[in-house]
């Protein structure tokens, strides 16, 4: 008869024996599709070799089972699973030409053969050994067990007894070729004695390797095993050797006494332990974090203040507060030669040097540096570290840290401490109480060495954007040093000293090669940054040297000079971001210059105030916080209670609407320090007196009209100074901090403190006389009359 024919790999499918099949190769894959198409039978042989990919006909057995294709379903990966029944032996006489599968001509082999005593024998004897093997090898079922003692049939018993034996492929293709049922029986039970005697050996040796250990250890079984097979091989167990290893490394380390014992115990236990079991893990690497840190290694300070000023002024240009603070220190160490580490916090806007700063002192102190950010940290464990008992523990940030820094005196900074977060795993911040506290951390203990560690000699520098975000009881513990943001001029001499030779040099060019005009570097930092620091100014004149580069070797050139002027700048860098000077050229009716610190500096902020017709409602739009909204309440207040003084009718407010908005509307704003300015800008409108324009104010209001002080003054002073305003009012009790402002800024803004808002309006408004702006009675905002209400864009105070 003729049949497709599928080759298999690593299987043999026997007469009566259901099997699913994967099948992937598209030769196989078209025989089942014609067979499906051509009474479902196909001809199953197994290949000699599985590693063939593309079987010949030599490559497959003669032998093989006529089958059925019960069922076939075609998976989304493009691989077919058929469901094949075998039903009888079958030998390949001849192959058919055929380009898409295997087609062959075959010889039915079953024939029937009569029982005889021999077959009863064999039956009995290859049932009776099969039981035996089943209860040696738990994962024969036991129903498997009742079908097979049902047979009488002696080709059925070989064929489905077979299926349940881990036997080589080889073996089973030799019980499929054997057609004669008593000798298959015969191989068949030569196979089983063999598989049933494996059993027995494997069950003997694991029997003597159990009766070898102590009943504590049962749960060390396999790795007592192994040990076992290791002793036979004549392996050496160098468990001892390390732990004798530790012992004479201990020897020569100094350590505290507390930390020494926890060593030693440590050490005794793991002697003890096998060195297979995880336990034994937990214990070296427990004893390998004690004896790599440094208990009593530390650095020697540097105390040449000459020097160390040097060094400081080398990485940083300006900031002369924090390197006064690290002379002082190293003054107070030559003294008295042991001094516990300072704990300095700076504060201050994105770019201006902050964790370079900490670098630079670890370097002008000859101390090794190590650095931990905290942002995003929530897990009080990332701090304290975790105990021993979890898999895979390790200790927290600290004790990593210290270990990397490999001496007791280390400068560490703690970069984003403001950025830590909270939530249920526990407060890192609080963690952070004992570690920042020279009072405590002397003996700060991690939750995974459970010993104290000496953290007193270690300089802690932390850095922020922010103080309101930092715990007040870590504040508390911490030296507060701000950073301010720089001024024109102090950009000019960092990018002078040190921005352009560093990018030069990082864009494979020699600092005389691209050449910035002063005025060059100036009209960087005026149209194309806008900052308190000067990370993007280093953006822009990275931006610079890289089109220098792109140029000379453009030009075949390598070792020219270009010189860059101001003229230049919009070539190399495109249109300027930012525009330079007043927010207004001339001075407006309603639209005064506030001031308010961020983030990341201070910015002008410009609020514009109208009238319109109405019952006197009050809008407030910008995105304002509720003290914002609340300043501007307090505002109109004051501008009724001095309504008459200014030359306002008494009811003016009943028959107006007053709409005050702070442009950049998308982005949130609050604070009361924009009271009086608020306050200006609807006296403005309301008076039809303009501000002038290169006035800028900064103070709280009260309902009185006194002006309360502010934070922030030299983050303002420098955005208005930025921003080329000749004037600032600031409120008088604020003059204390105008000794913080640099002097250059001051040669170039006036500064009036004021306590009063009758005094802002005189110095703010437009007026032929100053002095006397709420007697010389200017014409009032006449609103016009109902039925020109459509004309209201007249009204606008612009």
Known sequence: MRAPLMPLRDVVVFPSMVAPLFVGRDRSVAALEY????????????????????????????????????????????????????????????????????????EVLDQLYPADLESEALIRSVVASFEQYAKLNKKIPKEVMLSVAAITEPGALSDTVVSHLPIKLEDRQQLLEIIEPNRRLSRLFELLRSEIEILQIERRIKGRVKRQMEKTQREYYLNEQMRAIQKEMGEKDDLKSEAKDLEEKLKNMRMPREARQKVEAEIKKLKMMSPM???????????????????????????????????????????????????????????????????????????????????????????????????????????????RTYIGALPGKIIQSMRRAGSVNPVFCLDEVDKMSTDFRGDPSAALLEVLDPEQNFAFNDHYLDTDYNLSEVMFITTANTLYSIPAPLQDRMEIIRLPGYTELEKLGIATQFLLPKQAKANGLDPEQAQLSDNAILEIARRYTREAGVRNLEREIASVCRKVAKRLVSEGNLKGQVRVPVSAIESYLGVPKFRHGLPEEADHVGLANGLAWTETGGEVLTTEAIVLPGKGKLTIT?????????????????????????????????????????????????????????????????????????????????????????????????????????????????????????????????????????????????????????????????????????????????
């Open 277 to 387: 079991s995880a336990e034994a893990t937990v214990v070296r690497n427990y004893v390998d974090w004690l004896m790599a840190l440094p208990w009593y290694d530390r650095t020697r300070d540097m105390l040449d203040l000459d020097a160390a000023r040097t060094i400081l002024d080398e990485d940083h240009y300006g900031l002369d507060k924090p390197k006064e603070r690290i002379l002082e220190f190293l003054a107070v160490q030559a003294l008295t030669k042991k001094i516990k580490g300072p704990i300095l916090c700076f504060v201050g806007p994105p770019g201006v040097g902050k964790t370079s700063l900490a670098r630079s002192i670890a370097r002008a102190m000859g101390r090794n540096f190590i650095r931990v950010s905290l942002g995003g940290v929530r897990d009080e464990a990332e701090i304290r570290g975790h105990r």
């Open 622 to 798: 910008g995105k304002l916080g509720e003290v914002m909204q609340e300043s501007a309440q307090a505002a109109l207040s004051y501008v009724r209670s001095r309504g008459k003084s200014l030359g306002l009718p008494g009811d003016f407010y009943t028959k107006a609407d007053l709409h005050i908005h702070v442009p950049e509307g998308a982005i949130p704003k609050d604070g009361p320090s924009a009271g009086i300015t608020l306050a200006t800008a609807l006296v403005s409108a309301l008076t039809r007196m303009p501000v002038k324009a290169s006035v800028a104010m900064t103070g709280e209001i009260t309902l009185r009209g006194r002006v309360l002080p502010i934070g922030g003054l030299r983050e303002k002073v420098l955005a208005a100074h930025r921003a080329q305003i000749t004037q600032i009012l600031i409120p008088k009790e604020n003059e204390k901090d105008i000794k913080e402002i640099p002097a250059r800024v001051l040669k170039t803004v006036e500064l009036i403190p004021v306590e009063h808002m009758d005094q802002v309006l005189t110095y703010a408004l437009a007026c032929d006389d100053p002095e006397a702006i709420f007697q010389c009675k200017p014409e009032p905002y006449v609103l016009p009359p109902e039925s020109e209400g459509d004309k209201s864009s007249d009204m606008v105070a612009h």
């Open 35 to 106: 067979a499906m198409e051509h009474g479902k039978t196909i001809f199953m042989a197994t290949q000699r070799e599985a590693k063939v990919d593309d079987p010949r006909e030599g490559d497959i057995y003669q032998v093989g089972t006529l089958s059925t294709v019960l069922q076939l379903l075609r998976l989304p990966d493009g691989t077919v699973k058929a469901l094949i029944e075998g039903r009888e032996r079958a030998r390949v006489v001849s192959y058919e030409s055929n380009p898409d599968f295997f087609m062959v001509e075959l």
